[in-house]
Every structure is written in C-alpha cells, then in structure tokens.
C-alpha cells in the first residue's frame, strides 16, 4: 500500500471515529467487535445485543410462526441468543428489551412495511438466494409520480421496474405485471420488504421468468406515497372513511383509468390481457379480485395472496349473485392463470376456504397453492417467485 | 357512508389489529392514542414513550447542536419532554431509553445514513418547508445500475433524477449535478435523509434553480450499493485498505470515466462544462476536490461542503505544488461558481480555515458560507438549497 494512502486511512477513520462518537447515543449503538446477527455454516443464527442495565432481553422474528420469543441470556454486558439452523429466507425482527421492541443496533439492514420498521436476517442456500440482490443483471426501478383523478387532485407515486436490456432494445415491447400491497401499506413496501425486483431479476437470470415490466401501486386512497415521500405537514385524507378508504373501491378503479393509461403510454408495454398479470397479498389480493372481477378482459393471469372471500366477514353486504355472475364472465374470457397462495396459519384462512368452495360450486378453474406458513411476507415473497414464473407463458 | 363501507371498514381494521397484535412486540410499539412526535403551534415538539420498566429516557436530536439530551420524565408509564421552539428544519434523533438508543416507536419517518438509523423530525415554516414532499411537480427518480470497469467488474447502483416535465420534453437538453456523499454514505443517502430531490424540486417550483438532471453516486468503492440493494451474503472488499479505498482515488476517476459517460449516453444532458455542476458533502467534498483539481475544464460550477485541506493531517503526504498547480489550471478555466460551505462547530473547520489560506495565498476565487452548525446533515441540506440556485445561472 502507498504510503498516502495510509494516511487517508486514518483520516477516514478518524471521520468515522468522530461521526459515530458525535452521534447521539451511537457508543452504544455499535460497539466494536460485536456482530449480529451472524449467521453460522450450518444457518443457525447468533444474535447479540450490548445491554447492561436490560433485565430481560429476547428475539422475535419471523422464523418462528407462533413468535414464541427466543430468550437471550446474559454473558456480563452482553445478551446472546443461538437459534435455528433457520431455513433459507429472508426473515424481519426485534429485538425487545425489557418489554420495548427495538432494532438490532448491529445490523444496518432495516425493511419496512406500513409502520413495521425491522431489522432483517437473510439466510442463505436456498429462497433467500432467490431474494438476494445477486450479480445477475439488474432491471432499474424508477419512482414516477402520476395524474390520478379517480382519486383526487394530487399526483401519486408508484414504481415502475423495466427488465434488463429495457433501454438497449428501443424497439421491443414488454408484459406487464400489477403488484399490490396490503392495508397499511404503500408503494415502497413490495421493494423494500418484499424484494420484488431482485425475485423478478433472479427469476429472468434463471430463465424461470419472462422479462416483464412490473408496476408497483400505492393503494392506500388516503395518502399520495409512501412516508418519507409525502408532505410531512399534511394530514392524511379520511373520505370515504380513514382506513376503509383503501378498500372502498377507489384504489381499484384508479388502477385501470389512470395507472393502467399512464404505464402504456409512457412504457413499452404489449396491450391486451394475454401479456398483463394482476396480483396482490391480503388487501392487495382483495383488490386483485375486485379490478379482474369488475374487468374481466383485462388481465389473463391472476394471483390473490392471502386473500378470500369478503362474504365471511359481511353477510348482508355481499352481493352472491353478482360475484357468481362476475366469476361467470372472467371464466368465459379464459383467464389462463387464476393462483391463490394461502398459508395454513393464516388468520384468513378460513376465508380461503369459502372462496375456493364458491370456487367450485360455480366452476371457476383455480390453481391452489397452500403453505404451512403465516399472513407474512415469508409467504408473499415466496408467492412471488412461484406466480411470476407461470406468467406470460 | 353506504352500508357495504361500513362493513369493509371493520374488516380493514380486524386486519390492522390482527396484523398489529400478530408483530411481534407491536402491542407496545404502538399504544392507541400515543402521539410522537406532536409538532405544537409554535413549532416546540413534545416527545412520548410507553416504557414502564425504564429508569432514564432521553431524546437526543439534531436540534442541540451540543448534543446534549433532552431528559423525559415519567407519568404513570408514559415517558414526555417538550422541547423547543426548535427553527423549522428537518432533525434526526433518537430515544435512549436506559443507555440504548432506539427508534422513537410511534413514528413512521425514518431515515438511514450508513448505519444510523434514525427518527425523523419535521418543524414547518422555513428550510422545513423546502426540505419538504411538496405539493408541486415532482421529479422522476431512477435507481440505475452501470458498468464501472475502474472500480471493477461488477455493475455499480446510483440514482438519477430527472426533473419535472423530462419525459413531455423529448427534444430538451439539461444541465446535470453530480452529487457525492460522505464516508460510510451510499447512493441512497442523498435521497433518504438528504431530500436531494424534493430540495431540487421545491427549488425548481419556486424558480430558485434551473431545471437539471442530478446524478447521486455511490462513492464506497468497498460496495457496489447501499445496504438492501448488494448482495447480503456478499463480502464488502477490502482492497486497497477497507474504508481507505473510499479516498483512495478509485471513485474520482470511475466518475470521470464511467458515472459521466453512462449519463451522457443515456439522459439529455448538456455535454459542457459550463452546464455541469459537481458538489459533496465530507468525504464527498474531498472527492469533488480531487475530481474537478485533476478534471479542470470539466465543472465549471463545484461545491465543496463541510471539508477542506487535508495536509492539515498529513503534511508528508501532501504535494502541495501539484495542489497549487492544479488550482492554477482549474482557475484558468474559470470556474463560475466554487463554493465552500462550513459549519462553525464542525470538526473540520480547521481544514476549512487551511483550505482558504492556500487559496487566499494562490489567489484562486472561492464563495465562502459559514453557518453556525454542526457536521451533519442540517448543513448539508441547507447548502443544497443554497449552492443549487447558483448553479446554470
């Protein structure tokens, strides 16, 4: 090594050094030679923790589906705990100590869905490789802001990822997938969390996907974007009513009158239903059957994630004969994908149940697909890469 | 409000619960009724915490530029402490709670700047304001990946912002700002706590700036992108020397020799100095040195934020005839604008004051911004509202 280079070294370090100990709090925060998590060759996980004064300290993550804590003990100053070996994925936790969930103060990789901020454990040598950011070749993802007025004046902001070798083939045109989240939810949470476009650029770069664009919509009705890219100082709306608005049927008519025009005019888009896929998890998936129920040449792949059927929960506002009617006519336009994804611990499972039995009393053609998993990303990730392959086939 | 809403409504909300309950620890994350932060009238802010079993809670935030905490005390089980008038600006803090710092619970807004990762504080009426997602046109933002033979093999991740009415404009040419962050930064830091593109936004809205493409690279040569978007199961390289190589010269010349020629090939970009701007922050305001003393016909508008003369560390490895040759040259092509923005309580305002010494000695034009501030991000935002309005003018 040069020798200038050692000094920029020390500089650097001496920034660093600086930065942190002139951060608030941040001596604690990450004290050298602590590492968490880390994950062992056999895939079991140490977690650690620098906490004196903590009485009581434990993990909870989603490797556990009953999220039964795993318990740390203390070793002097430190807290640690050895879990698994935990299968390949990627998994969200908290550290919570004396009864206040926190970060993983070591752990710079943090996702968020709606108000769950969590720290985040990958786990290699099997799906969680599929949800890593490998050295394959990436698409791009750009945040575009659009005109919707099915739902009011503002624009709004949804993600567009183009496959690779979008920009170097101006001529070729490409299917496309609606992505939708659930309640609580926006536009970044299917990128953040749920890793959409590594899975799809994984899926490409194996040849188990096809190139597609993939539109990634906020359908929270409330707010325009997501919670660093909306104006801090205004409220959220609250017509027709505050959280219910996101299910009151505006999210889905702005997805075919303003979404579905804006990316094929501004993207390089095949425009009939054999190359456009709609799928979403939870309130996602409630909208999925919603915009293919109420359109029923629009879309000819179809996935509904953890979602059922409304009527369990509202039986005098749910209307059987129009739904019957409105499964009559998606099944006469031929929809060559219709996937449900289910897990068996899913608090919506039941509602699972009485779609597909309405399902089958009408004839509708399903695939099922069901986990032994929960109403979590574990599962929405890994729907993901099992519905994108079977599109545009 | 029809019936069928009211029923969803309860719907929405079971799943919100349920999901709520379901996270881990999330019944103590977010207690009904529990505001924080609540910006008050006269932009003072009152800070809460449930923490029942915690002896000391504290705030520490970017608004006490001595970072001294503000102490909470405790009623019942709630911990508050109401802090300012604090001036409009955006603030990072945290909660300390029995010495671990942690995310205030009950707010969304978070941000990240390498590892810290941070509440976020919104104070309207002034810089807040322009830091702020407004309700005017919005930029696109693109998250692109592009070969960097000079750093190595692998693609590297940057975002590009392209300004409002970019894509109604097809034939329209734009000036372009390379934007540079600090040590243990990342390409996303410029976005997510930095605002980069809402600040260029406002400022374009309200005629401050001119419209441009901004290019916000990934100076960390050790990584090919931010934490969420490399590999995880990859190692960070550690040649020439682990955090070192970030200021080994490696990002300079891959900008000059890869970041610029992919911008200029696939944007509308102005390809003369006289329409290209180059500023950072720290280690970025290092590498916009090195870059426009060793390219001196290629900026023609430089910001240099919170850093100034290394030799004030490193006085044998320092050439200071070549430095002065170099800014010899560099005046020769006229610089329209350089700029050196400092804060009075950085801790390398003594490099500042070395820094304008050689250049008062060489005669070499410098605009100088003093403000009473720290080396942290309410400086760095506020120079970029300042510097970019000087910018294509």
Redo the contacts between chains.
């Keep these: 090594?040069k020798?200038?280079?050692?000094?920029?070294?020390?500089?650097?370090?001496?920034?660093?050094a600086?930065?942190i100990s002139?951060?608030?709090?941040?001596a604690?925060?990450?004290p050298s030679g602590i590492v968490s998590p880390e994950v062992l060759s056999d895939n079991s996980v140490i977690f650690r923790i620098y906490?004196?004064?903590?009485?009581d300290v434990r993990v909870?993550?989603t490797w556990n589906r009953k999220?039964a804590?795993d318990i740390m003990s203390k070793k002097d100053t430190l807290w640690e705990v050895k879990v698994g070996p935990i299968p390949s994925d990627m998994y969200e936790?908290?550290i919570?100590?004396?009864?206040?969930?926190?970060?993983d103060?070591y752990n710079?990789?943090?996702?968020?869905d709606?108000?769950?901020?969590q720290s985040?454990l990958?786990v290699?040598g099997g799906l969680?490789?599929l949800i890593?950011?490998?050295?394959v070749?990436?698409g791009?993802?750009?945040?575009?802001?659009y005109d919707s007025p099915t739902v009011g004046p503002?624009?709004r902001?949804m993600f567009i990822y183009t496959p690779p070798g979008y920009?170097q083939n101006p001529k070729k045109k490409y299917p496309v997938m609606y992505l939708l989240h659930?309640?609580?939810g926006d536009e970044e949470v299917w990128v953040?969390r749920g890793r959409a476009n590594y899975i799809i650029d994984n899926l490409i770069a194996a040849g188990k996907a096809k190139p597609m664009i993939v539109v990634i919509t906020n359908g929270d009705v409330n707010n325009t974007?997501t919670?660093?890219?909306?104006?801090?100082?205004?409220t959220a709306k609250t017509t027709?009513?505050?959280?219910?608005a996101?299910?009151?049927g505006l999210f889905e008519r702005s997805l075919v009158n303003d979404v579905m025009p804006y990316v094929e005019k501004?993207y390089r888009t095949i425009n009939d239903a054999d190359h456009r896929a709609l799928t979403g998890f939870?309130?996602g998936g409630y909208h999925t059957q919603n915009i293919s129920n109420a359109n029923p040449s629009l879309f000819k792949y179809i996935g509904v994630m953890s979602m059922g059927l409304?009527s369990t929960?509202?039986p005098?506002?749910y209307d059987k004969e129009k739904h019957v009617a409105q499964l009559k006519a998606l099944q006469k336009n031929n929809p060559k994908v219709y996937w449900i994804g289910m897990g068996t611990d899913d608090?919506l499972y039941r509602t699972g149940v009485e779609l597909r039995k309405l399902y089958d009393e009408v004839g509708f053609k399903y695939i099922y697909r069901e986990n032994i998993g929960?109403?979590d990303w574990n599962s929405w990730r890994m729907y993901l890469t099992e519905f994108a392959p079977l599109c545009f086939k």
Tied chains: 1, 2.
């Design positions: 090594m020798k200038p280079f050692r000094f920029l070294n020390i500089l650097i370090t001496l920034f660093l600086i930065s002139s951060t608030p709090g941040s604690q925060r990450r906490a004196p004064k903590a009485e909870v993550g999220f804590p936790y908290d919570v100590v004396d009864g206040l969930p926190m970060l103060p710079k990789a943090v996702t968020r709606g108000g769950y901020i985040r990958m290699p969680g490789d890593d950011a490998k050295q070749p990436h791009d993802l750009k945040a575009v802001w503002e624009q902001r920009d659930g309640a609580g953040n974007a919670v660093l890219d909306r104006e801090a100082f205004a027709p009513g505050g959280v219910g996101m299910a009151a501004n939870s309130m409304f929960f509202r005098d506002g608090f929960n109403h």
